[in-house]
């Protein structure tokens, strides 16, 4: 039983790093389509210091949370992108080149 | 440049001579002379879009902002005062879950927040409301010399109806006496209204200690928040605040609404200035703008969220924005106290060089001398008057604004073209080459011919 519960423990935990890892990969592709400079460097760096600031968070349920968030963030990031494609408008002075 | 020159030099003359108008007067001053040099022009299709550092004037909505307000913009567009369907009742629960998160951004209750249409209209409710209120027995008001137009111009209209103003000087480095606000309280004093932090030099008023004298005499405060909120932790009741104004479009949320916050206990009376169906506890009828409180809403959270991450963040940028520009360039001057200040809004001053000239020089760049809204006219602004700034660094004093979504990229070419322009303004200048000569300026005679 307890061999049993320690081969859940680490699934699930391995499953969370999976998760984690691809969650994290998933907001900083999307977030790259943002059309405004602005939008879209800062969710780049806010995804990748929000990821960094809670690299050695243990707590399960914490973590849940957070995965939750970030999902949400997600779904909020494809919307936002899309909307900016709908009313995109002129580069800045400081882009270097056309935004793909 | 001719003109800029003479305009630099009739600046100089007519400086040491000129009378002080009232400045409640100059404040307001309503000839609004058209701005001939920098000629307001919309971009063309294929031009570059200038950076954005006027951070103080207003923010871009972040996208989660939108995000939160677009299905009430969309499909759920009920009045939230319906109260016999599901489209009422789903508008009234978004506009309670907003009115939480602005009363938790800054430590209070629900029930004491009030959607308005801006910090302007919140201003206005809060000093004329109080004021008619307790006409009977209290007459004084007290505010500051550096307050935002609508709270002089307010103050201005009270003065007509009878009612005794006092406008307190502020120091060198914009802050005010505390030694002189207590003497200038009287037992006919209704109300204390002083902003948190000035959105043209960004200094920070010591709101605790104001509040704490307030309460000891027993006069309400009122602080303008607007620049504040989100930006600096915020508790009503530890600063024994009993009105604050905020803004949405200062905090990354949405143009059109804000909030007044209006202490139950110990009780605040406010004369309503728009009547009508009792909404908002009878204090601000009409219907009240669910997308847009709703968007108000979540802008405050997630202010609350990232206001450490924020201002840690600004606070970098600005310090580099002002190091480098202080160390590749002489002469400039920061208008307003070191210390005692947000860092997001730097306003710095370059000496022999026109503000407007470098203005239009930097046209990549959207920057702004003095608020928007003093900017029609040619005067210099009233707050770095105020603060006793030199004549001439007031006309060459700028604006810089950082926010939530400034780059260093961004910061950095800003102090680029600016230590650029500078110096080639500088170069052009009489003055300048007279200064290069050890030529003290003030020690000239200046003649007419």
């Given at each position: 039983m307890?061999?049993e519960?320690?081969?859940t423990e680490?699934?699930?935990a ?5 998760q984690v890892i691809?969650l ?12 405004s ?8 760096r806010?995804?990748k210091?929000?990821?960094r600031?809670?690299l050695h968070v243990d ?28 009313y995109?408008?002129q580069r800045?002075v400081?882009?270097?080149e056309?935004?793909l | 440049m001719?003109?800029t020159?003479s305009?630099k030099l009739l600046?100089s003359m007519?400086?040491?001579s ?7 007067q100059?404040?307001v ?15 063309e299709?294929d031009?570059?879009r200038?950076?954005y550092?006027?951070f103080?004037?207003?923010t871009?909505m972040?996208?989660?902002?939108l995000d939160?307000?677009?299905p009430?913009?969309?499909n759920?567009?009920?009045n939230?005062?319906s ?6 009742w789903?508008s ?7 009115r939480?998160q ?9 029930r004491e927040?009030?959607f308005t ?7 206005n409710?809060?000093?004329?409301g109080v ?10 008001i ?5 307050e935002?137009k609508?709270v002089?111009?307010s103050?201005?209209i ?5 009612f ?8 060198n480095n914009?802050?005010i006496?505390?030694k002189q606000?207590?003497e200038?309280i009287r037992p006919?004093s209704?109300?204390?209204s002083?902003?948190?932090v ?8 010591p ?11 027993n ?5 303008d928040?607007?620049q504040a ?9 530890d600063w ?11 905090i990354?949320g949405?143009?059109?609404?804000g909030?007044l916050y209006v202490?139950?206990?110990p ?14 506890r ?5 219907t ?5 409180v709703?968007g108000?809403g979540a ?14 963040r600004?606070t ?11 160390s590749?360039?002489p002469?400039?001057?920061?208008n ?5 200040r ?7 001053s370059f000496?022999y ?11 990549d ?6 608020s ?9 602004s009233y707050?770095l008057r105020a603060?006793?700034?030199d004549?001439?660094?007031a006309h060459s004093?700028?604006?810089?604004g950082i926010?939530r979504?400034t780059?260093e990229?961004?910061v950095d070419?800003?102090?680029e073209k600016?230590?650029?322009?500078v110096?080639?303004?500088r170069e ?14 003030k020690?000239?005679k200046w003649t007419q011919?």
């Open positions: 307890q061999h519960k320690n081969y680490i699934n699930m391995s499953c969370s790093r999976a691809s994290y990969r998933m907001l900083m592709k999307e977030s790259k389509k943002f059309s400079y602005n939008y879209r460097t800062y969710a780049l806010r995804v210091d929000g990821f600031e809670n707590n399960p349920k914490t973590l849940d949370m957070l995965i939750n968030q970030a999902r949400e963030n997600l779904a909020v990031i494809k919307r936002q992108v899309s909307i900016g494609h709908l995109s408008a800045t400081v882009e270097k056309p935004h | 001719n003109r020159l305009r600046g007519c400086g040491i000129s009378p002080r108008l009232s400045f409640a100059s404040a001053n309503t000839v609004q002379r058209q701005k001939e040099l920098i000629k307001s022009r919309e971009l299709k031009e570059l200038p950076l550092m006027d103080q004037a207003t871009p972040d996208p989660r902002v939160a307000m677009l009430y913009q969309v759920y567009y009920g939230p005062h109260r016999t369907h599901a489209y009422g789903e009234e629960s978004a506009m309670e879950k907003a939480k602005v009363a938790d951004l800054i430590g209070a209750d629900p927040i009030v249409s801006g910090a302007t209209e919140s201003n409710m809060s000093i004329k004021a008619r209120f307790y006409k009977a027995k209290k007459n004084h007290i505010t500051t010399q550096t935002h609508c002089l111009d103050c201005r009270l003065e007509a109806e009878g005794d103003i006092t406008y307190l000087p502020v120091r914009g802050l006496d505390l606000l207590e200038t006919d209704s109300l204390v002083i902003m948190t000035n959105n043209e030099i960004g200094v920070k008023q709101i605790k200690e104001i509040g704490q004298l307030c309460r000891s005499k006069v309400f405060f009122h602080t928040a607007a909120v989100g930006k600096i932790p915020i508790n009503v009741s024994k605040v009993d009105l604050m104004s905020i803004s949405g479009h200062k990354y949405p143009k059109g609404v909030a202490r139950r206990r009780r605040v009376r406010i004369e309503p200035l728009q009547n009508g169906g009792g909404q908002e009878g204090l601000r009828s009409g009240v703008p669910t997308p847009l709703v108000l802008a405050c959270e997630i202010a609350q969220q990232e206001l450490e991450y924020d201002h840690k600004v970098v940028l600005a310090n580099r924005l002002v190091q480098k520009m202080m590749e360039i002469d400039v001057v920061m307003g106290d070191p210390d005692q947000y860092p997001g809004c730097v306003n710095l000496a060089v026109e503000g407007e000239s470098l203005l239009m020089a930097l046209k760049v959207a920057l702004s001398s003095g928007a809204c003093t900017s029609a006219s040619l005067e210099p707050v603060i006793g700034a004549e001439d660094l004093s700028i604006r810089f926010g979504f780059t990229e961004e070419y800003t102090v600016c230590i650029q322009q110096k080639r303004l052009m200048s009489p003055l300048w080459e007279m200064v290069q000569e050890g030529i003290d300026l020690s000239i011919h």
